[in-house]
């Protein structure tokens, strides 16, 4: 696994992982056209759902990484089996909500190596959702009645992972220096919600830019419509690997 010092020693290209958040495994396989230079591909639940495993398949004999964003959150037994299979796939990365709770992060654990074992694959970086980026202080205080500070509950959601022999955490750029500090250097942290200061935040309610990111401590920065939905999607990318 790389650790937050290893990970200064990748290319730009390995850090950045692009959504691949279009309706079909067409436009999927377009827009991995469109990038070649790309490496690391997100595949959240909307292509999954759509297209299935087929699109792993192809990011795989491409030789891309992929980071299969599924956010797995329900009982125990379920996540384990999801886990399970998802394992069976090769991903890189694979997300799992850390409120499902410590029981179903440790079965999680467990479930990934017995997948990847029967696939004859490795196990995927299992990584737990602290909070999503579209949430901000107010929505989580009055919506989701949580009465702790953001900071302090991502903080928690992440050392429960930690706790819980999970490899990582996904969290806005904006926890992601203390998280470091308090996690280490070998616990990767993937940060959404960045954008560049050119680009529009969209719902992304806890931003910052790439540089500033990978400056706080972040591993790995998931960056999106700044790139797929520009214009020029290749100018964009060659831009933010020239500010990085």
Same mark, same amino acid.
């Given at each position: 696994?790389a650790?937050?010092?290893?990970?200064?020693?990748?290319?730009?290209?390995?850090? !950045?992982?692009?959504?691949?958040?279009?309706?079909?495994?067409?436009?999927?396989?377009?827009?991995?056209?469109?990038l070649?230079?790309?490496?690391?591909?997100?595949v959240?639940?909307?292509l999954?759902?759509?297209s299935?495993?087929?699109?792993?398949?192809?990011?795989?004999?491409r030789?891309?990484?992929?980071?299969?964003?599924?956010?797995?959150?329900?009982?125990p037994?379920?996540?384990?089996?999801?886990?399970?299979?998802?394992?069976?796939?090769?991903?890189?990365?694979?997300?799992?909500?850390a409120?499902?709770?410590r029981?179903?992060?440790?079965?999680a654990?467990?479930?990934?190596?017995?997948?990847?074992?029967?696939?004859?694959?490795?196990p995927?970086?299992?990584?737990?959702i602290?909070?999503?980026?579209s949430l901000?202080?107010r929505?989580?205080a009055?919506?989701?009645?949580?009465?702790?500070?953001?900071?302090?509950y991502?903080?928690?959601?992440?050392?429960?992972?930690?706790?819980?022999?999970?490899?990582?955490?996904?969290c806005?750029?904006?926890?992601?220096?203390?998280?470091?500090?308090?996690c280490?250097?070998?616990?990767?942290?993937?940060?959404?919600?960045?954008r560049?200061?050119?680009?529009?935040?969209?719902?992304?309610?806890?931003s910052?830019?790439?540089?500033?990111a990978?400056?706080?401590?972040?591993d790995?920065?998931v !960056?999106?419509?700044?790139?797929?939905?520009a214009?020029?999607?290749?100018?964009?990318?060659?831009?933010?690997c020239?500010?990085?």
């Amino acid at each position: 696994m790389a650790t937050y010092k290893q990970a200064f020693s990748m290319s730009v290209a390995e850090r !950045i992982i692009v959504p691949l958040d279009v309706p079909t495994e067409a436009q999927a396989i377009a827009l991995v056209e469109q990038l070649p230079q790309v490496r690391f591909w997100k595949v959240g639940l909307e292509l999954f759902v759509s297209s299935g495993s087929a699109i792993l398949q192809i990011l795989k004999q491409r030789q891309k990484r992929i980071f299969l964003d599924l956010k797995f959150h329900d009982i125990p037994n379920t996540v384990a089996g999801a886990t399970r299979a998802a394992a069976g796939y090769g991903v890189d990365l694979l997300t799992i909500h850390a409120v499902a709770g410590r029981m179903a992060l440790k079965v999680a654990v467990a479930a990934a190596k017995q997948g990847a074992e029967a696939a004859a694959c490795s196990p995927p970086k299992l990584i737990a959702i602290s909070l999503l980026t579209s949430l901000n202080s107010r929505d989580l205080a009055f919506d989701l009645k949580v009465p702790i500070e953001l900071p302090e509950y991502a903080l928690q959601m992440a050392l429960l992972a930690q706790e819980t022999g999970l490899n990582g955490a996904v969290c806005s750029p904006q926890e992601v220096s203390q998280l470091r500090q308090v996690c280490g250097d070998d616990f990767l942290l993937v940060c959404p919600g960045v954008r560049p200061s050119w680009s529009e935040q969209d719902d992304q309610r806890r931003s910052m830019t790439p540089a500033d990111a990978l400056k706080a401590g972040a591993d790995y920065l998931v !960056i999106g419509r700044p790139i797929t939905a520009a214009p020029d999607p290749v100018a964009a990318w060659e831009r933010i690997c020239e500010e990085l």
